[in-house]
């Protein structure tokens, strides 16, 4: 459901002077992301979602009927395509490891420890 994967924490604000703000301020952040595959899919369903379309047989003067892909057909159409599409890049090494960043020490536990 659209909303769940948000988070709002709420906490002091520390200042440079290594203090606190005397308010609360609140920090709304995402609890899940997309992956790789998942952000393709959503492009594709951005650029297909107004112009993709089907067959649909033939109109009286026998010649061919499209229409416009339902939101399902839509959905499918772009995560078949963005999983197969995933699979070849990775079969060919066109993807990059990134190291997790090394956390660091915040100023407010610094000043405490000091």
């Given at each position: ?52 379309c ?18 399902e ?28 960043p ?12 000091a």
């Amino acid at each position: 459901m659209i909303g769940e994967d948000l988070k709002i924490l709420t906490g002091l604000e520390p200042t440079y002077g290594g203090g606190f703000v005397g308010h609360i301020s609140p920090a709304i952040h995402q609890t899940k992301q997309l992956q790789g595959p998942a952000r393709l899919a959503m492009a594709l369903v951005e650029r297909w979602g107004l112009v993709a379309c089907v067959l649909d047989g033939e109109d009286s003067a026998g010649r061919q009927k499209m229409r416009v892909m339902t939101p399902e057909e839509l959905a499918r159409a772009a995560c078949d395509t963005a999983e197969e599409t995933w699979k070849q890049i990775e079969e060919r090494g066109w993807t990059l490891a990134i190291p997790e960043p090394t956390p660091k020490k915040s100023r407010v536990r610094e000043t405490e420890e000091a």
